[in-house]
């Protein structure tokens, strides 16, 4: 057990709505990252916060948003989905930066119908 | 932009045998860190092993050790007595300390056979 928690583990939706996908990190870290995996793009690295404040941003296109919370819990918003954007959302956490060890979620399945 | 690249997409090893996975990357900064992280059937991403790139010391954790080439920006991972548990995704990975990028290679699927 990685310590780190996210919520659902599995997310069926059509195109063209709004999900929120939810990430609690392991206690005492301060950075969650977010990534997608998908079958054609392997991981991809999405976006990274620290104590609340975006630090990096990766892939992640327009229509995602990000943020995290006083508690350090985050959530990943994806709206107006499309097919492609079915994939495998992992969470990770770290005490501070990506260069420690990153402790990863179960991740979250979405299948967009 | 870093790009990591894993050249083997598959490979195959027998049970208590010693496995060699091949990473390269390329990044013109100076600080950077590098792993390797497993992802098993079960879909967990699990930290494998950690280098500093200044450090020339190859890193190593129990049955995981790593060949660090730094000025052939070469990063392998050694699995020595491969055990059935071993089996799994194998992701090499990169991170830029000053620009907090941070990229992952195709994979490399590895089966260790009874």
């Known amino acids: 057990d990685s310590g780190v928690t996210q919520t659902p583990k599995h997310l069926i939706t059509a195109t063209g709505q709004r999900v929120t996908l939810r990430c609690s990190p392991r206690?005492?870290?301060?950075?969650v990252y977010w990534y997608q995996q998908s079958l054609d793009q392997g991981l991809q690295f999405l976006i990274q916060?620290?104590?609340?404040?975006?630090?990096a941003k990766g892939n992640i296109l327009e229509r995602f948003s990000a943020q995290q919370f006083p508690d350090l819990h985050s959530e990943l918003n994806l709206s107006s989905l499309e097919l492609g954007d079915s994939a495998l959302y992992f969470c990770?956490?770290?005490?501070?930066?990506?260069?420690?060890?990153?402790?990863f979620g179960d991740g979250t399945r979405l299948s967009i119908l | 932009a870093q790009t990591v690249t894993q050249s083997q997409p598959e490979m195959s090893v027998q049970e208590a045998e010693t496995v060699t996975l091949s990473c390269t990357y390329d990044?013109?900064?100076?600080?950077?860190?590098l792993f390797w992280y497993k992802q098993p059937p079960s879909r967990q991403m699990i930290l494998v092993i950690r280098?500093?790139?200044?450090?020339?010391q190859n890193a190593t954790e129990n049955r995981f050790s790593v060949n660090f080439q730094k000025a052939a920006k070469s990063f392998s991972l050694k699995i020595s007595d491969s055990q059935l548990g071993d089996t799994a995704m194998y992701f090499c990975?990169?991170?830029?300390?000053?620009?907090?990028?941070?990229?992952f290679g195709a994979g490399t699927r590895l089966t260790v056979k009874p």
């Open positions: 916060y620290y104590n609340g404040e975006e630090r």
């Open positions: 990770a956490s770290s005490e501070w930066g990506t260069e420690q060890p990153q402790h």
């Open positions: 280098q500093e790139a200044y450090k020339q």
């Open positions: 206690s005492g870290d301060l950075s």
């Open positions: 990044t013109s900064e100076n600080n950077y860190y």
């Open positions: 990975a990169s991170h830029n300390y000053n620009n907090n990028d941070m990229r």
